[in-house]
């Protein structure tokens, strides 16, 4: 080949490799190494990618463990906290009613059971002085029992409530040392119910001084059981829920205190229990709607307490004798009442009917009745009530459907 081809020829492969063709011989040659290159880096950084959302999650998970534990911890300290200060504000409360050194219970003589342990009678005396009777209830266990805590609620209930003339009076409680009881004025005669019955039987007892008791007398104690329950229920919204003469007690003077507050204090709260507790309210003394619809309201109450003028009247007569507990709301749908007893004149009679209004939202208020108590006193008989049947205990509570 001579110089010039020579020449010409590499001139040529100077201008091929300068030539955009070049690019495509690489692009070529390239093409077996990005295949494998490439999708290697994709599936690296995919990886990479799922490593770090589930580092991120992980790091988010334990942050929210920790904050969780961190807030139950602090509910835990906040709901011991409260409890101490809880605990703390009701011994304050109940430290003023503290029993005395000087003063101590003797006597003490079991009368019944009650819902938190044995109830007694006896003697509140202090030292070189006067002795008055009183109830003693009493927590059956120690503060360990699963109502220790309640019963400690109960006293400061009757702390709180029992400051009317006409709501049985709190003396005073224990809760520093065992036992834990409650000391309540027994008053003398004590019982409204068991009062009445023994003015039945004074004929029996001539020693026995008895004070006569006329309807000016029904009139006088049920104004101060009407003022009791108007003060529980404008001063504290509490419903007795258990209006009746054996929850009444009777002192000189024929002085009336409401008591049997048990369902009261259970009101507030209506769980399991304190239904049963409401249920033991005997029928013949609840209200219609108390009965079909376990609706606890204080003209509930109103209900109840023309029972109770009912059974003042009568000296102590069950309610609706005629009749057995179960068939007393049909007859009481039916407008069926009780008739006018002996001895109650019309306005006494008024206002029983007055109480016994279907609907309650017909019913007078509490205060009301105070009112047409008061002007209705110069009405009533001055004449002493005479019933000449003595009461069977057993007969007695088998018609007013009570529990013996």
Known sequence: MCEKCQLLLMDVDTRCINDTSL?????????PLALIIIPSLLALSTVLVVALIFC?????????QSSSSHSTNGQQSATLSAASVSTAKVQQALYPWEIPEECVLEGLEFWQ??????????????RDGPSS??????????????????FVECLLFHATVCKHENVVKMLCCQTKRLPM??????????NLLHFLWTLRNKNLNPVEPLQEFSERSVFLVAKQVAAGLDYLMSEHRLVHGDVAARNILIGPDLSARVSGLGVA????????????????VPLKWQAPERIMMQLSIDRG?????????????????????????????????GSYRMRRPENCGGPLYDLMKYCWMWSFKDRPAFSAIIKLLESSLHLAATKPIHVPDVIDTFEYNRKAGVLS
């Open 56 to 64: 991120s999650l992980h790091k988010n998970k334990q942050r929210q």
């Open 265 to 280: 204090f259970g009101g507030r709260k209506m769980d399991s229990s304190i239904r049963q507790r409401a249920a033991e």
């Open 133 to 150: 009777a009183v109830v003693v209830k009493s927590l059956r266990d120690g503060p360990n029992h699963p109502e220790a805590k309640e």
């Open 301 to 333: 109450d109103v209900w109840s307490f023309g029972i109770l003028l009912y059974e003042l009247v009568t000296l102590g007569s069950p309610p609706y004798p005629e009749l057995e507990p179960l068939s007393v709301l049909p007859k009481l749908q």
């Open 23 to 31: 690019s495509k011989c690489y692009e070529e040659s390239s093409g």
């Open 113 to 126: 059971a009650g819902h938190y342990g044995p109830i007694c009678k006896g003697l509140l005396k202090k």
């Open 181 to 190: 009881y409650l000391v309540l004025d027994a008053c003398s005669p004590g």
